[in-house]
């Protein structure tokens, strides 16, 4: 591994500060050391480059924050996966695994090549205007003003739509089921179990409970009725929709990778997080 992104929580200290330690490190190892547009004021003192497509650039990329930059990193991802090393800054990180004291060890078994890795399973959407995006979390689709009931119809392979008239709809990773699909009473599924869950928000009519499909089967949500509508992809990206226009769901043709813990158990970090101890 030569080259290095950092992605980092933006605008914290915290975050430069361990930073300056990781880049130091990678310096001495004469590791090539790349950072996004937003990180352009340090990467002079840092030696590192700037570039616009930091996970295509990269062969491995150094997250510091936590999961909401794990997802935002997740969204960098075009064409290929590329193993990531996630360090968690502050509350309990579901998705990123590494501590601040085990960021240096933990990079130098990444770049011996020794270090083990957890693949977890991502969504791709396909919206309205044909372009893709990846998930790692979900896909919400929701009113974006005042409170109204939405009408969806979910198109599930060859299968007569199943209707949904609800505040809005959740589409779920299995490792996303633990964040707003757990609020909304949808079930906590395994990471490594594969499906797309399917979380009503506030059902009235139809489909009154979450459903879990296989990955094997193609899916279509249509937007029957409804204003001021949005779609959400893991909570960095809105995206305007109109009744008429769908979404297609499908397994993304890559995983996202992560860098693992030895010191944790995931049972352990799910009480933890949702506070079951």
Not at 83 to 108: C, Q, T
Not at 112 to 139: C, F, H, W
Not at 201 to 209: E, N, V
């Amino acid at each position: 591994m030569r080259r290095i992104g950092l992605v980092l929580k933006q605008g914290d200290p915290h975050a430069l500060a361990l930073c300056d330690g990781i880049v130091a490190f990678l310096k001495e190892l004469e590791k090539e050391i790349l950072v996004e547009e937003s990180l352009h004021e340090t990467a002079i003192p840092w030696g590192a480059v700037v570039s616009d497509h930091i996970a295509d650039d990269s062969d491995l990329l150094v997250v510091v924050g936590g999961d909401g930059t794990i997802l935002r990193a997740a969204s960098l991802l075009n064409d290929k996966s590329i193993p990531v090393l996630g360090v968690n800054l502050g509350r309990v990180g579901f998705m990123a695994e590494i501590s601040p004291d085990e960021a240096i060890p933990a990079l130098k078994l990444a770049l011996e090549k020794k270090a083990d890795y957890v693949s977890r399973m991502m969504l791709q959407i396909t919206l309205p205007n044909g372009k893709k995006a990846k998930v790692l979390n979900e896909a919400v689709i929701h009113w974006g003003g005042i409170a109204r009931l939405i009408d969806l119809d979910i198109k599930i392979g060859d299968s007569r739509a199943i209707e949904v008239r609800a505040d809005g709809l959740i589409v779920s990773t299995p490792i996303g089921s633990s964040a707003y699909s757990y609020a909304a009473s949808g079930p906590l599924m395994h990471p490594e179990i594969e499906g797309v869950l399917l979380t009503p928000i506030c059902p009235y009519a139809g489909l009154k409970r979450p459903l879990v499909i296989p990955t094997s089967l193609r899916t279509e949500i249509v937007l029957k009725k409804g204003e001021d509508l949005t779609l959400t992809l893991d909570g960095h990206t809105r995206i305007g929709m109109s009744p008429g226009q769908s979404i297609r769901v499908s397994k993304a043709p890559f995983p996202f990778v992560m860098a693992q813990s030895h010191g944790r158990d995931y049972f352990e970090v799910l009480k933890q997080k949702l506070k079951l101890l």
